[in-house]
């Protein structure tokens, strides 16, 4: 009896863990592809300004806020080069490199013959959850970022993967000839690719590696360290900022560690209350300062011992785990020294959501280890099995809540891309693509003239024509009834243009993402773009709290006195239907 239960139970374990493996791959893929940025964001207004006006290689070596992205930006120069800027080329990229970075990881689980498949399982939903869950979507979202953060992680997961197969190895030159080319790679990644050198020091010493190997690997990464800080920097960076009492300030470095160490945590648990208590659990309380520092001792736990057994050979999955601890912790821990000034005067950026990249995969290696552990101490496998099995039901709400803002996110984002398609200067737009948007209108005219981006289809140019010799007598019999009104007016290249707003009547067919504004004559004055989520998927993934259908455009040289109309635009033809638009200037 007792064994049928046990074995009922591990069943259900299995089968309840492999589920929400399932749910979580499947739902994070499905808000990454629903919410992720479309068009130019961020940083890269910036690293744009940058690779715009100066060479391929200029722009490759530079280092931007610290971060060497020489492997990555091959990418993003190559589809500045020969593909227009395309976004959505780079997410695919990102993703593509994610997915394999996760493959592999799960790819070293189920090689273990140490581990039982009820272990192998868990361990294979702890990866997955990770990497998939939509806190760290301020870094997964953009097609860019996640080319740096997940070329660096794979660079990570290749060398752990080549110092598991290097002691029985046939080529060993070989084999660390790779492992150094994959520690390099994500080194000029992103800057926190440097802690790969001294985890692959710690890691080679606890499994007892020969001196010279530890010789070959410390050179190497004291060259590509040489090399790093010699390339040149696009800004200078913020560094460690200790001021006049030495010993006070390295006092506090450990608390900071703490808190991003207990970020993720701190998010999940929020997720839970209202926004108000939210805040204050993840920026003011020490909810997040005591969680990382559990969070710390458990993984100086497992570094000591480490040091202590020095038997990582044994299970990949342990040493798996164990590197991963290992690396995040050294990782997290550059990002203090290398962030303490802003970390100071700013105590809320140690809880910035684009540091929980790294500080999920610690917590994810715990739990790795952890499992890999209760397969011998086995009092250590229902608390482990608890909290993992206790963990989809804790992370569903973040998950659920940040898949649900970056929707807000990307119609944010394309509303501000039609701002400058239509040549205006709306800067309540214009902050939905960067916060500086003095660079976002700079570069951006620089793209106009490139037709780079959003500016490739080359709708800008519709502007000022007769849609009659835009769309000949292509006509599509569908109907384009929105409410609209003018929301305000703005600065414009050729004087004030009107901002529009409308909003889809229920039942509308809202397929059409694409509309001109036409004068009286027939001639195009402006473009307008909708977002809209599709019922299922409102249903299913949002809970039908999705954005509403709604159109955000411009009407330039904007004259009150006149009577405009607005068509969808769809496979090239334009609607037969039409909506007239208020012909009243709009309150200031």
């Not at 990644?189 to 010279?212: D, I, K």
């Not at 690396?327 to 809320?348: K, W, Y």
């Not at 290249?493 to 039942?507: E, K, S």
Request: charge should be positive; glycine fraction near 10%.
């Amino acid at each position: 009896m007792e064994w049928s239960f046990r074995a009922a139970a591990e069943l259900v374990t299995r089968i309840y863990a492999g589920v929400a493996g399932a749910v979580f791959l499947v739902s994070g893929l499905l808000y990454l592809c629903l919410g992720h940025w479309q068009v130019t964001h961020l940083d890269f207004w910036r690293i744009y300004d940058v690779c715009l006006n100066r060479s391929w290689l200029e722009s490759a070596l530079l280092k931007y806020n610290g971060h060497s992205h020489f492997f990555p930006s091959q990418l993003w120069l190559a589809d500045l080069r020969f593909c227009h800027g395309n976004m959505e080329l780079l997410f695919v990229a990102g993703l593509v490199l994610l997915g394999l970075t996760v493959a592999g990881l799960i790819v070293v689980v189920w090689g273990d013959a140490q581990i039982g498949l009820s272990s192998k399982i868990l361990a294979t939903f702890v990866i997955i959850a990770a990497n998939f869950w939509m806190g760290r979507a301020t870094t997964t979202a953009s097609g860019g970022f996640n080319c740096c953060y997940s070329l660096t992680l794979g660079g990570v997961v290749l060398a752990f993967l080549g110092l598991r197969l290097l002691p029985a190895s046939a080529h060993p030159v070989g084999l660390t000839c790779g492992i150094v080319i994959a520690a390099v790679v994500s080194s000029f990644s992103f800057a926190t690719g440097l802690a790969l050198w001294p985890t692959l020091l710690f890691l080679g010493y606890c499994m007892r590696f020969r001196l010279h190997r530890l010789v070959v690997l410390g050179l190497a990464g004291i060259v590509t360290a040489a090399v790093f800080v010699s390339l040149p920097s696009r800004e200078a960076s913020g560094g460690l900022m200790l001021g006049p009492d030495v010993a006070a300030a390295f006092i506090k470095l450990p608390g900071l560690l703490c808190r991003l160490i207990g970020s993720p945590i701190a998010h999940v648990v929020g997720a839970w209350f209202d926004d108000k208590t939210a805040r204050e659990l993840i920026d003011a309380s020490g909810f997040s300062l005591y969680i990382g520092a559990l969070g710390a001792a458990l993984s100086g736990l497992i570094v000591f011992n480490c040091l202590r057994q020095r038997n990582l050979g044994r299970s990949s999955v342990e040493l798996t785990g164990s590197a991963l601890v290992t690396f995040n912790l050294i990782a997290l821990s550059l990002i203090v020294l290398g962030r303490s000034q802003r970390m100071f005067s700013i105590p809320a950026e140690t809880m910035a959501p684009r540091y929980l990249f790294w500080s999920s995969l610690l917590w994810a290696g715990i739990l790795v280890v952890m499992i890999a552990q209760a397969e011998t101490i086995h009092w250590l496998r229902a608390p482990t099995w608890v909290v993992i099995l206790a963990a989809p039901i804790v992370l569903f709400p973040s998950h659920f809540k940040e898949g649900l803002r970056w929707r807000y996110i990307r119609c944010r984002s394309d509303s501000g891309a039609i701002a400058l398609l239509n040549g205006v200067q709306d800067s309540e737009r214009a902050q939905f693509l960067a916060p500086y948007t003095d660079i976002v209108y700079r570069v951006g005219g620089q793209m106009r003239a490139r037709r780079l981006d959003f500016f490739a289809p080359g709708y800008q140019e519709w502007i000022g024509r007769s849609a009659a010799d835009l769309f000949g007598d292509r006509e599509a019999p569908r109907a384009c009834t929105w409410h609209c009104r003018v929301d305000k007016t703005v600065t414009a290249h050729d004087g004030i243009a009107a901002r529009l707003f409308g909003i889809a009547p229920r039942g509308e067919n809202t397929r059409a993402e694409l509309f001109v504004v036409l004068d009286p004559n027939g001639v195009v004055r402006g473009l307008a773009r909708a977002c809209s989520t599709s019922a299922l998927l409102n249903t299913v993934l949002y809970l039908n709290r999705a954005p509403n259908t709604t159109l955000t455009g411009y009407v330039r040289s904007y004259d009150p006195a006149l009577q405009y109309t607005l068509r969808c635009v769809e496979d090239g033809k334009l609607s037969t239907g039409t909506t007239r638009l208020p012909a009243t200037m709009p309150r200031q």
